[in-house]
């Protein structure tokens, strides 16, 4: 049976838990840090996009994600003047100095790892491809990191038990 009622609540809801757990695994568990962090960076992301290519990436998040993405959203204002990945690391460092301390490096990779692994490889590479030099090859070092990094498929939790 439905929790919601409405499948799509339902999987809208199931999968922004499974992004919130696989960023809560590298910034603690706190999942509404966890939300503060994604919506954060999100909306920092947005912001660097062309209008066209946010209006994209946002047609590929879950339903409450899409809805955080878009939330304070001023098309007109976009994209904004950011040059560096010190630049962005700043902003959302100061996005999240209303919650506990968490590194702002680390807040920005756990999300683009959490895109790289649930957003098609195309969008993301037209995203990345839109942004400074600097924070390209940042997330693109995110995402080589986390391709070397051994997979659990389950048998290492199993073998603890």
């Known amino acids: ?9 339902d999987r809208t809801l199931q999968t922004t838990n499974i992004w919130l757990g696989e960023i809560m695994q590298e910034v603690g568990p706190d999942r509404q840090i966890a939300w503060k962090v994604l919506s954060t960076v999100l909306h920092k992301l947005r912001d660097r996009l062309p209008v066209e290519l946010a209006a994209h990436l946002g047609s590929q998040l879950p339903l409450l994600v899409r809805g955080v993405f878009y939330d304070q959203y001023q098309p007109a204002r976009q994209p904004s003047d ?7 690391v700043e902003e959302v460092a100061e996005w999240l100095s209303d919650i ?6 680390l807040a920005v990779g756990a999300v683009f790892r959490v895109l790289s692994r649930h957003v098609p490889k195309g969008q993301l590479d037209k995203v990345r491809s839109a942004l400074p030099g600097s924070l390209r090859a940042f997330w693109e070092d995110v995402e080589e990191a986390e ?10 939790a199993a073998a603890e038990i």
Request: hydrophobic share 30%; aromatic share 6%.
């Open 1 to 9: 049976m439905s929790a919601t009622g409405l499948d799509i609540f």
């Open 82 to 88: 950011c040059k560096t990945l010190e630049a962005f």
């Open 100 to 105: 506990r301390p968490v590194d702002p490096n």
């Open 147 to 156: 391709q070397r990094r051994p997979k659990d498929d389950g048998r290492a």
